[in-house]
Each structure stands twice: as structure tokens, then as C-alpha cells.
């Protein structure tokens, strides 16, 4: 119907017949004449109307917002003056001649230019006028494009696309699973992957040597901003090749990627330890945008009688460490208590600080209320340590080393972006050498990752200190957000035993859960590893967003419903019958249902 | 860890070193060497390890079928005489030597060669060996490339692709849905989509303009041999176009795709009304590889005394329609009983026929258990009618018009296929002008799609007479499978409250199952029309199979199992208490549980 989009519309058609199809964006009147701010997905152009043309006129007259016309017309120069240098469009407009209604409009429940005062309940009770937005339009396109970009890279380099099970069984992330009732085979249940992570190492037993899909995954867990009970990986698996290879690859995808769709250069992505991660940022997704580090001091406070630092100091599981920011003297009493607030989240007791006003005065120079307890002597050998300087401020956490980091990790982030200290846009950047095994709350062991993660050691050198083992997994942090994460496979029967025994999984649990995968390392397993992306947090990267929710076209809320569908909804009794499950109702609620 | 794939060597690569990682496809030992058919994803090639190499020779030597090797060696030329011209690198072999066993195997359950004896039920169960088949890798590489090369097609149409939520709300398509309790919502659940119509119908509300996706979709459903509980759609949607572009693209989609991916020329798509197709086929899906046709004969039969013929031609819902089989004349007497058989699978009492000897010598060429009921008057008629040669059979079908059109609709296929007299390989037709509705059992009428579906015709005339009335949907047909289908929407809401009034769908019935859309319809909806191909069905007419799980890497059985992860699986009671349900056992089962 159309001959060109709205936004398409430039100098170059001057002259043209043209037609449009598209939404009333916006409706002036002036001068007797009536300018449409006419919309498609491509943008905007300005269509004005004059009386001369009668029947166009009256048309044109009835269009409200966001009815649907067909326009055609002629293009032509905007009136010297009248250039809108913001519009893509703007140096042009149309002379409309025939105007066709092609739909009517009720007013919407929320204007499409000027939405950000709508709360978001009122955008996703309205996602299809909410999703109209340029924003919102930008936002689908990209993570379109990007997904589009992904899929051509993963193409070229060989990689198939096979599709894997939605119905399927309990995968091992450990997550909750969300289950589907069986009408064919009573009383069981399938569940949503929450990776395809075996159905691709079985395409890699089955020889199929390089896999990808980009395919939903699905966690019912209680959610967080950055999470979605259902969410899209890019999902890659690769046989006879290492972990350099299989990070240069992921790398040079994302780099790739991230320049065609986005412009964005992000440069080389350094490799750092887990242990380096931890002890420098506290965090095994450090944001290394910002410049701020954890010092130990641990030593230098070992000796102190002030009971905060002393224990922690002392305990081989507790860690007493310093955050040094800069130009933070400035922070008012309630700033420092609202941090204080912050890193009590994250089961920090207090947050102890040393403002540095004159440093060349020594310890008179500096303004805190714990001095006191330091002494001069500590407190200036941790400044010196730390490189203090007038107008910093140093923020101390002591504790079990867990609640020092994510409490000073977090901090770390949350000031650094309150002070704007931010010295690059992009900072990716990965972390090897992960522990294998991390310790339960009852002594024992788990995976870090899965069970299915190879070692960096040998079966023997494992078994004899497993708590000291390190895995071949990597995790691509850009920006601090773990955008994707892999590991180098186990594909050795006799290792892959060993990981069990180790973590105490029985030869039952293990056939129950994982049998068809141990059966298929038996009958020739190439060795083989992969990882997998959060496509929702590339694209949230790619569009400067912290809301998952807004580069998805129908997300759910916090509680796992779709407030546009009404998501989830009640079934009819003889549904349930052919499902063979009934509702649990507790006795409390039974009576007014 | 490779230099090369086994599959790509040939003489090119004569005199280079390369190293090749695969399985054990194939050991013989011959004149003191071992020969190795080393197999990875792109074929096979020979390798081959003197004794001269100790090392290499005692490692081969150790190697049996299905172990995963590296090898590294010399690529030569045959020898002459020993060419294999069957392989695609059968003029050259390497010479081995390095060898490194990567990983052991056990005897595999079937042999990777030769597998055609092999039960699908054990192929299923050890489907990760059943996928090392050529055959298989073979078709699950097509499949990647189909795929790839829609989305290439559709990406440079200007088409986004936009992911629809997996967790939603019932949608209209009618068949049986999967469900998924919520554990936030008591008692509710989401369904799994049929299909994202409702969705992508608002994304053309939202503007996005032109939508794609490849997406899974689910019906609880008893399974045929072409079905499975999750399949592959390719979905389309777009706006501002009408039937006949949006045909044109689709039709432009499957014959590029198809030449791309399978060197097919499909030529132009014929269009046929859904009348004609049953008049002449019995089928609105016919196979236009089979020359033959049903022929009307009711007004010819409507004088004979014989019931059989005389009821229905004078019933003005019944069909006598006569199917002439060039070469049936041959057909033995059992084979003509089976086939009465087959017609009964489909309702019809019996299965009439008339075999033309001597057409010259009149009704006394003719053999047939029926002429004596007709009368050689009658009967010669029907013969010059169908231009009946001798060496031919002529069926007949006389009964209500829907028996009698699946019967001879389906016998015309079986015949034809069974005396191969396919006059092309591939025949694609486009069946348009559906009927907007059909009687349902109880004299009303339901939708023959879905209720979005816009007619022909206004809402007055169609409201007028609504049996009459066509809709604007459009099939695509190709080699007798419906490959995809899909309609222009209704945009209106006038006409969309019609439609539902003709269906005698409550407001409030339209509210809980479509409210959204209806209320996103009232808000500026664009002409919009779209379709969904299958995506599993073209492939499987690309790898020539009709058999679905053919196509599928991970399939389910007709009841709805995986016989290789065992899914649906049991599961623990805590995790259903978290989603309020328990399994409902019946009172006769319950002891045994």
C-alpha cells in the first residue's frame, strides 16, 4: 500500500509522489492549515494538508491520534526557518493530496510521545500502545538486529542450529523448574529447560561438532530487575577444541556483533582469575568501568584492640579490607548513613570511614570516628598503603571474607556510579580459573558450575584436594553484568565418576538425573566445551537499560504474570481431570473459593 | 585441535600434512596395515597406518568403532584400482603417523553403517548414536540451512524477528494446551502457545510493521505419524499488505529457500479455490503429482434403481463421484479388497469399480460387479464421460459429499503412489477462497480458521448469509502436505463483533479468551495478514521423509515420551506442593501406588 516508510523520507525525494501508511503521531492546526506528524516503524514525517484539497481536508480533519491513514502526496523542502534538525525527516515534509482513514483510534490510555511520567504497571497493562513508543520501537529492532547478527556469525563459522526439547526433563542447574503435567502418562511431569546444557553435549557425542540456537530458557525463581521466568540464550557448544579457542571465538562474536548493530568497540578482553577477581573488586563480575579496588589490611590491623577489626582480622575465613574513593570527602553524614544502609543488605554489620582532609598533617589531618580504636600509627600505615589522598574517602569492611566482598563489591559499584567515577564506557572482560567446588552450609561440597565441568587437574590431584581444585570455566563480564559463561566439558567417563563421588551423588541419583547423558560418554565423547550468553542482557548492554523488561516485547512482572494477557489464568475443571492433578487448596482458603 | 574435516580432503590436499579428529567408522586389517574409515560431521576418509610407525600402528591397533582419534599424517592419492568412487574423498587416503586415542567406546548398540534393520524404538532410546548416522547428520544439517536461509530471506525483507512469550494464556486455535501451574498464583496456569497469533497480531497493532519468528509451539494432542507435541513454526506477519503480496512473498520465500537449500525449482504456485480442490481431489491439500481426478457422476446415477448410487446422488449433501485409474485395469482382486479396506478407514461402506478390458465392445468389455445394477445404458455413459481407455479401473464413491471426498480423495493418493504414477516431483499450489465457516454437528457454524480471519464480504452480507460467505485465507499446498497457511485479519471492530455474533461467541466468552486483542483492535489497528509455515514439514519434504522425528534431533513418541531422557518424569511432592497441585489418582489405581 505504501511506496516508502514515514522515517525513510529525505531531500532525495524532493519532487516525488509518494505514499505512506502509518499512525497519527501528533495533529496541529495552523494557519488554516493541518500538519499530521505521521509514524511507521521507521520514523516520523511531517504531512501537512491544506484546505485547497477538499476531500483530503476533511479527512484529514476527522484523524485523531493514532488513527491509521494512507497518505500520498508529494515531497518537497520544508519552508526555509521551518528545518527540524531533531527529525530524521526533518528537512522535508509532505504535500498531502489523498487521505484515507484506514482505521479508527480511541485516545489511549497514555499519550505515545512524552510517556515517561506512565508508571510501568500502565505500560504493561497497555504493552501493545506502550510498545508503539520510538523508544520501545528502537529497543525490539536492535535486540532483532543483534540476534540477526549473532545468528550470521554463528552461520559462517560453521556452527549448526539444531533445535532442542521444550518438553523435556529436570535439567542441572538446580534452579526450580517449571513443570507441564502429562495427560498421556498420569502422574508425571515434564519440565522447561533451564538450559539445553545435556541436549547440546549430546549433539557433541552424537559428532555434530559445532551447535548453536538461540532458544528460551526458563527458571521459576523469585525475580529479580535483570530476570525473567522466561529468558533467551545464545546457546553454543563445541567439540576438539580448548578454552582459548572456545573464548576467542565468544570474543570475537561479541566484539563483532557489538560493533555492526551497535558501533560499540570494546577492545580486548582481559583475562583475570577468580581469586584476583575477588581479592581486587570483590565480585566475580567486577564493572571495571570504575577505578575503584579492595586493599587487605589485615595485617596492619591484626594487631589493634578494636574487636570490629581485630576477629576478622584473625580468622582465616575472615577478611578486613579498605576501599579507597576518590573525592568521596565530600560525602555528607547522610550519604555515609544511606551506604551504611546499602551495605547492610549484603549482612555488613557497619561501614567504618576515614575522611582525608590534610593528609600532610598525619593523623590530624583526617576526620573519623574510629581513629580512636586504630591509633595514629595503624591508621597512617593504611593510608600509606593505600595511597591516600586529600579529598578521598576510605570505606572499611571486616568480616566472614563473603559478606566483606559482596558488601564492599556492591559499594564499590553503587559509589562509583553515585560520583560518576566511570573512566571508559566499556570494560569487558573475562574470569577464569574458577574453584570447582564451593562448600555447602552442612560442610559438603557443590559444583560451581555443574557437575559436568572439567578440572584444570587430574582425577588423582582432585580427589586428593578437591576444595583447592580449579575448573576450566570462563565467565564474559562486560560492564559488570555476567553476560555469558561456559566451561571445557568433562568427556572422560573416569573423571566424570570422580566429580560424583566427590560430591556425593550416588550411582542412583546419578542414572535418575543425568543417565542418558553418562550413557552417551560411554560410546566415544569428543572432548568438548561451550557457553552460553543472556541474549536479554547483551541487548539491555547494547540499549543503555537496566530493565530487562524493556527489551522484551511481553515481558512478565515481578510476580511472573503478563498483565497485558493476564497471564497466568484458571483452566476449567475438565481440563484438569485429562491432566490428572487437582488444585491443592489449603483448608484456610478452602471456603471462599 | 584439527586441520581439516575428514569430509572435506580430496586431491587438492595431496602431499600436505594434516590432522583430522573423528570416530571410528570403520577398521579392517589387510596385508599387515590397518585401514581406518575415520568419520566426523562432513564424511568420511580413509586413513591408513603402516607398522613402520610403531607408535601410531599400536595405538590404531587399540582403537575398535566409535573411538574418538586424533590423527595426524600425509594425504596421498589412491593407489589405482582402489579408488571409491562412492565417497566423496575416495580418491585420496591418509597416510597416519600420529595417532592419539581421545576417548574410549563401548560397543554401540547398532551399528552407525547399516543401521536400515534397526527398530525406530531402539534408535529413539540411543538417539545420540542415531545421530552419528550420515543420513541423520545429513538431515539435521539440511534443517539448519533451511532455517538459516529463511531467516537470511526474511532479515533482508526488512522483517524483525521478535520473540512471543512461551508461558502465556490459551490461545484460539481450539486444539488441547499444555499447561503450567504458576507457584505465585495459586491455582492458575499458563498454556504453552499453539501458536503466537493473538501476538503477533498485536505487534502489527504496536507497528512493528513486518514480524518473523521461528518459534515452538505446542498441542496436547493424540499424535499422527506427521505431528509431535512441540513443532517449528515459521511465523509472519505484516501490515499495510494485502493476499495477494503477502502470498507473493511467501511463495518467493519457499522457492528461494528450496533452490538455495536443495537446488529445487518449484516454478509458479497454481491458485485453486477450496471448491475446485474438493470437486476435483476430495481435498482441500491435494497432491497435484498424481494426474488423477474425481469426476461427478450423481446426475447420470440419479435415475438407476440401484440405492447405493440413487441415494445420495439425489441427496443434495451426498456426491457420486467416479475416480479413473490409468493401468488399475491390472489390479488384482486383493488389492481391489484392500483398498475397500483403506476407503473404510474413512467412512465409506464400500468401494464400487468398473475395469475397462474392451471399451470397443461396449458394456461388454467392461468387468464389474455393478453394471448389472446400473445398465450398460448408464454405464457407457460414465465411460465417455471419463474417457475411459482400455487397461483402466474406474472407483466410485457415492455417499454424504464429506465421505465421499475424503475417501476417494485418499484412495487417489494411496492408488497413485502405489502405481507410481507421479508426473513430477514437486507440486506446490496455493488453495484459496476457504469457506469463513463450517456447520458444526449441531447445526452452528465455527470458524474454519480462527475467528480473526477476515471474509470477502461486508459485515451486512456477511451477516446475511453466512454458510456462503469466503474468507480471505490462503493455503500453501505442496506434494499433497499443507505446508503453511494463514489469512488477512479482521482490523474492524464492527466486523470482528459480526464475526462474532455469527459464532454466537458471548461478550464475555470474546473478553476472557481475546479481550486483549479486541481492546488492542480499538486502539488504531492497521490491515494486517500474515501465515506460519511448518517448519518441520519442510524439511521433511526436503529430506524426502514422512516421517517427522526424521527431522527432529530429539523427538517424541506417538504417546508423547522421550525414550531417550525418559521425559515426563516423576516428581517429588515438595515441588508440587510449591505449585499448589496434587496428582489426582483414580479410586481403582490408587492401592497400587
Not at 530524521?88 to 511520567?117: C, H, R, S, W
Not at 549482612?347 to 557497619?350: E, F, M, S, V
Given at each position: 500500500?505504501?511506496?516508502?516508510?514515514?522515517?525513510?523520507?529525505?531531500?532525495?525525494?524532493?519532487?516525488?509522489?509518494?505514499?505512506?501508511?502509518?499512525?497519527?503521531?501528533?495533529?496541529?492546526?495552523?494557519?488554516?492549515?493541518?500538519?499530521?506528524?505521521?509514524?511507521?516503524?521507521?520514523?516520523?514525517?511531517?504531512?501537512?494538508?491544506?484546505?485547497?484539497?477538499?476531500?483530503?481536508?476533511?479527512?484529514?480533519?476527522?484523524?485523531?491520534?493514532?488513527?491509521?491513514?494512507?497518505?500520498?502526496?508529494?515531497?518537497?523542502?520544508?519552508?526555509?526557518?521551518?528545518?527540524?534538525?531533531?527529525?530524521?525527516?526533518?528537512?522535508?515534509?509532505?504535500?498531502?493530496?489523498?487521505?484515507?482513514?484506514?482505521?479508527?483510534?480511541?485516545?489511549?490510555?497514555?499519550?505515545?510521545?512524552?510517556?515517561?511520567?506512565?508508571?510501568?504497571?500502565?505500560?504493561?497493562?497497555?504493552?501493545?500502545?506502550?510498545?508503539?513508543?520510538?523508544?520501545?520501537?528502537?529497543?525490539?529492532?536492535?535486540?532483532?538486529?543483534?540476534?540477526?547478527?549473532?545468528?550470521?556469525?554463528?552461520?559462517?563459522?560453521?556452527?549448526?542450529?539444531?533445535?532442542?526439547?521444550?518438553?523435556?526433563?529436570?535439567?542441572?542447574?538446580?534452579?526450580?523448574?517449571?513443570?507441564?503435567?502429562?495427560?498421556?502418562?498420569?502422574?508425571?511431569?515434564?519440565?522447561?529447560?533451564?538450559?539445553?546444557?545435556?541436549?547440546?553435549?549430546?549433539?557433541?557425542?552424537?559428532?555434530?561438532?559445532?551447535?548453536?540456537?538461540?532458544?528460551?530458557?526458563?527458571?521459576?525463581?523469585?525475580?529479580?530487575?535483570?530476570?525473567?521466568?522466561?529468558?533467551?540464550?545464545?546457546?553454543?557448544?563445541?567439540?576438539?577444541?580448548?578454552?582459548?579457542?572456545?573464548?576467542?571465538?565468544?570474543?570475537?562474536?561479541?566484539?563483532?556483533?557489538?560493533?555492526?548493530?551497535?558501533?560499540?568497540?570494546?577492545?580486548?578482553?582481559?583475562?583475570?582469575?577468580?581469586?584476583?577477581?575477588?581479592?581486587?573488586?570483590?565480585?566475580?563480575?567486577?564493572d571495571?568501568?570504575i577505578?575503584l579496588?579492595?586493599?587487605?589490611?589485615?595485617?596492619?590491623?591484626?594487631?589493634?584492640?578494636?574487636?570490629?577489626?581485630?576477629?576478622?582480622?584473625?580468622?582465616?575465613?575472615?577478611?578486613?579490607?579498605?576501599l579507597?574513593v576518590?573525592?568521596g570527602?565530600?560525602l555528607?553524614?547522610?550519604q555515609?548513613?544511606d551506604y551504611t544502609k546499602f551495605v547492610?543488605i549484603y549482612?555488613?554489620?557497619?561501614l567504618?570511614?576515614?575522611?582525608?582532609?590534610?593528609?600532610?598533617?598525619?593523623?590530624?589531618?583526617?576526620?573519623?570516628?574510629?581513629?580512636?580504636?586504630?591509633?595514629?600509627?595503624?591508621?597512617?600505615?593504611?593510608?600509606?598503603?593505600?595511597?591516600?589522598?586529600?579529598?578521598?574517602?576510605?570505606f572499611?569492611?571486616?568480616?566472614?571474607?563473603?559478606?566483606?566482598?559482596?558488601a564492599l563489591g556492591a559499594l564499590r559499584c553503587k559509589v562509583g556510579t553515585d560520583l560518576n567515577l566511570?573512566?571508559?564506557?566499556?570494560?569487558?572482560?573475562?574470569?577464569?580459573?574458577?574453584?570447582?567446588?564451593?562448600?555447602?552450609?552442612?560442610?559438603?561440597?557443590?559444583?560451581?558450575?555443574?557437575?559436568?565441568?572439567?578440572?584444570?587437574?587430574?582425577?588423582?590431584?582432585?580427589?586428593?584436594?578437591?576444595?583447592?581444585?580449579?575448573?576450566?570455566?570462563?565467565?564474559?563480564?562486560?560492564?559488570g553484568?555476567?553476560?555469558?559463561?561456559?566451561?571445557?566439558?568433562?568427556?572422560?567417563?573416569?573423571?566424570?565418576?570422580?566429580?560424583?563421588?566427590?560430591?556425593?551423588?550416588?550411582?542412583?541419583?546419578?542414572?535418575?538425573?543425568?543417565?542418558?547423558?553418562?550413557?552417551?560418554?560411554?560410546?566415544?565423547?569428543?572432548?568438548?566445551?561451550?557457553?552460553?550468553?543472556?541474549?536479554?542482557?547483551?541487548?539491555?548492554?547494547?540499549?543503555?537499560?537496566?530493565?530487562?523488561?524493556?527489551?522484551?516485547?511481553?515481558?512478565?512482572?515481578?510476580?511472573?504474570?503478563?498483565?497485558?494477557?493476564?497471564?497466568?489464568?484458571?483452566?476449567?475443571?475438565?481440563?484438569?481431570?485429562?491432566?490428572?492433578?487437582?488444585?491443592?487448596?489449603?483448608?484456610?482458603?478452602?471456603?471462599?473459593?
Open positions: 500500500m505504501r511506496s516508502h516508510y514515514c522515517g525513510e523520507l529525505n531531500l532525495s525525494h524532493d519532487g516525488q509522489e509518494v505514499t505512506l501508511c502509518g499512525w497519527v503521531h501528533r495533529r496541529r492546526d495552523h494557519g488554516g492549515v493541518i500538519f499530521l506528524d505521521m509514524r511507521d516503524r521507521e520514523g516520523i514525517a511531517q504531512v501537512v494538508i491544506d484546505p485547497d484539497t477538499e476531500e483530503a481536508f476533511a479527512l484529514a480533519d476527522k484523524a485523531r491520534s493514532e488513527y491509521v491513514l494512507k497518505i500520498t502526496g508529494f515531497v518537497r523542502p520544508r519552508p526555509e526557518g521551518t528545518v527540524n534538525t531533531n527529525m530524521g525527516t526533518g528537512e522535508i515534509e509532505m504535500l498531502g493530496k489523498q487521505v484515507e482513514i484506514l482505521n479508527e483510534a480511541q485516545t489511549p490510555p497514555f499519550q505515545i510521545e512524552g510517556y515517561t511520567d506512565v508508571g510501568e504497571e500502565v505500560r504493561l497493562k497497555n504493552r501493545v500502545i506502550d510498545l508503539r513508543r520510538p523508544e520501545m520501537q528502537e529497543k525490539m529492532i536492535l535486540r532483532s538486529k543483534l540476534t540477526s547478527a549473532v545468528r550470521s556469525y554463528m552461520d559462517e563459522q560453521g556452527y549448526l542450529d539444531v533445535e532442542t526439547p521444550v518438553l523435556t526433563r529436570a535439567t542441572p542447574e538446580g534452579a526450580r523448574d517449571y513443570l507441564v503435567p502429562s495427560r498421556t502418562h498420569e502422574g508425571k511431569f515434564f519440565a522447561l529447560p533451564q538450559s539445553p546444557q545435556l541436549f547440546k553435549q549430546m549433539l557433541m557425542v552424537a559428532g555434530f561438532d559445532r551447535y548453536y540456537q538461540v532458544v528460551k530458557c526458563f527458571r521459576d525463581e523469585d525475580l529479580r530487575a535483570d530476570r525473567q521466568p522466561e529468558f533467551t540464550q545464545i546457546d553454543i557448544e563445541t567439540s576438539f577444541q580448548d578454552e582459548s579457542q572456545i573464548m576467542g571465538m565468544a570474543e570475537d562474536l561479541v566484539k563483532t556483533t557489538f560493533k555492526k548493530v551497535g558501533g560499540i568497540e570494546l577492545g580486548e578482553f582481559p583475562h583475570m582469575t577468580f581469586a584476583e577477581a575477588m581479592n581486587r573488586y570483590g565480585s566475580d563480575k567486577p571495571l568501568r577505578p579496588e579492595l586493599v587487605d589490611v589485615a595485617d596492619l590491623m591484626a594487631g589493634v584492640e578494636f574487636k570490629v577489626f581485630k576477629g576478622p582480622a584473625e580468622d582465616p575465613k575472615g577478611r578486613v579490607a579498605a579507597k576518590t573525592g570527602a565530600e555528607s553524614r547522610k555515609i548513613d547492610s549482612g555488613a554489620k557497619g567504618a570511614w576515614i575522611k582525608v582532609n590534610e593528609i600532610e598533617n598525619g593523623a590530624n589531618g583526617l576526620q573519623s570516628p574510629i581513629i580512636k580504636f586504630l591509633g595514629d600509627d595503624v591508621t597512617m600505615k593504611i593510608m600509606e598503603r593505600l595511597d591516600a589522598k586529600n579529598g578521598d574517602i576510605v572499611f569492611g571486616a568480616d566472614k571474607e563473603k559478606v566483606v566482598n559482596e566511570f573512566t571508559t564506557d566499556w570494560a569487558p572482560l573475562w574470569i577464569i580459573d574458577f574453584p570447582m567446588f564451593e562448600e555447602t552450609d552442612n560442610g559438603g561440597l557443590t559444583a560451581l558450575h555443574h557437575p559436568f565441568t572439567a578440572p584444570t587437574s587430574t582425577p588423582e590431584e582432585l580427589e586428593a584436594n578437591p576444595a583447592e581444585a580449579l575448573s576450566r570455566a570462563y565467565d564474559m563480564v562486560i560492564n553484568y555476567e553476560v555469558g559463561g561456559g566451561s571445557v566439558r568433562i568427556h572422560n567417563e573416569a573423571m566424570q565418576q570422580t566429580v560424583f563421588r566427590i560430591l556425593n551423588i550416588e550411582e542412583e541419583e546419578q542414572q535418575e538425573k543425568f543417565g542418558f547423558l553418562l550413557d552417551a560418554l560411554k560410546y566415544g565423547a569428543p572432548p568438548h566445551g561451550g557457553l552460553a550468553f543472556g541474549l536479554d542482557r547483551l541487548v539491555m548492554l547494547l540499549c543503555g537499560t537496566d530493565n530487562i523488561r524493556d527489551v522484551i516485547a511481553f515481558p512478565k512482572t515481578q510476580s511472573a504474570a503478563c498483565l497485558l494477557t493476564q497471564a497466568p489464568g484458571e483452566v476449567d475443571g475438565t481440563q484438569l481431570r485429562d491432566l490428572n492433578i487437582r488444585i491443592r487448596r489449603d483448608p484456610a482458603s478452602a471456603t471462599s473459593h
